[in-house]
């Protein structure tokens, strides 16, 4: 090998050494800046001070306070149905009219049963003055037979007679004054009978409880109801709310009285004002939600029951609060807290929260007015992992 040839080997192997420490360093550039060694992009937030305006939001449908079955307390027929589903009543007003099973042969019998009562009653009394007739003159004679017995006129066994004859009319007397008694009690016992049979055939003409509207009519004429089996349901319009469910564990604050946004799903750009008027004892174990009822402060014009609607609870203000973007509040080994930057590197600081909302949490402790606190990662963070601040692209 002559020297031109060595030197022509001897810069081809200075040309693929180059080459290949260049290729060995951007690989490893690639890993440290692109790559799994590189350090996790970040976006940085601050804690300030401010003012927050916390609420509870919660889904729920659209229900009656107060809802009314109309239904007849007689087995009957339904003769006629004057309203319809949507049609607004008032108080006393004539729904509908039930034809009653064999009421009107249990009339029939009353009234017959009252005339033969009363037919007793004259006979008893007549045989009450009848019978007091004969006590008065039984008396009378027993009377004039113990003057007589007293100037000998007559034996002492002629005034026993009398006398016993008097006790026999004074015992016929009150038989017959306890019969009277008796036909006067039957009287009043199917009088009575009359009455309520009366009351029964009002009863079957169905009368509206309140001013309302009628929200079913569950039955047609023609059908044969039971007692108490409805016919028809109503509400009052001016008594309704939502029946919201709320997460138990931001429930706690929650109070009777706190004023509320209602949104229905109908309107969903519109919202109604509302107030928290009632929370329920009994909480939903399964979803471990609270019931809380918020009544609207006036009701719409239209309004659907079962509609759904989402209700934001407003809680009391926190004035000057210490807080940073919800988004920084992570969990670490089963603490709360947020991540930080120190020399290029996420370091874990617990902290306590407080009163968070939609987009802010209160910092209690661990953290300090302006201090940085990462909001968003682009991998999850571990202690000690490195990174760097980026910004976020629209």
Known sequence: MNLRDALRVSRRGLFLTAGAVAFIAAFVWLLNTRGPLAPVGVVIGTATRTDLNPGVYGIGTV????????????AGRVLRVLVDQGDRVQAGQLLAEIDP?????????????????????QAAQAQVVEADSRA??????????????????VAKEMVDSRRHEAAAAEAALAGARANAAAAQREI??????????????????????????????????????????????????????????????????????????IVLRSEPGAALSGKVVRIELQSDTVTEERIVNVAFDSVPEKLYLGELAEATIRLPATRDALTVPRAALAQYRGQTGVWRIESSRARFQPV???????????????????????????KQLDDDVRVREQKLTP
């Open 188 to 261: 009043g016992r199917v009088e009575a009978e009359v009455q309520a049979i009366g009351q029964l055939q009002n009863s079957l003409r169905l009368l509206s409880p309140i001013d309302g509207v009628v929200t079913v009519r569950e039955a047609e004429p023609g059908a044969t109801v039971v007692a108490g089996q409805p016919v028809l349901r109503l509400v009052d319009p001016a008594q309704l709310w939502v029946r919201v469910r709320v997460d138990q564990a931001r429930a706690e604050r929650v109070a009777v009285g706190q004023a509320a946004d």
């Open 136 to 153: 008065q003159l039984a008396q009378a004679n027993s009377a004039r037979y113990i003057a007589l017995y007293r100037q000998n006129f």
């Open 101 to 121: 099973i064999d009421l009107r042969q249990r009339a029939d019998a009353a009234s017959s049963a009252v005339e033969r009562a009363r037919q007793s009653a």
């Open 63 to 74: 229900e009656a306070q107060r809802a009314y079955t109309v239904g007849p307390i007689q």
């Open 352 to 378: 306590q929260p407080g009163i968070q909302t939609a987009e802010q949490v209160q910092i209690v402790s661990g953290l300090q007015e302006n201090d940085s606190v990462i909001v968003y990662s682009a």
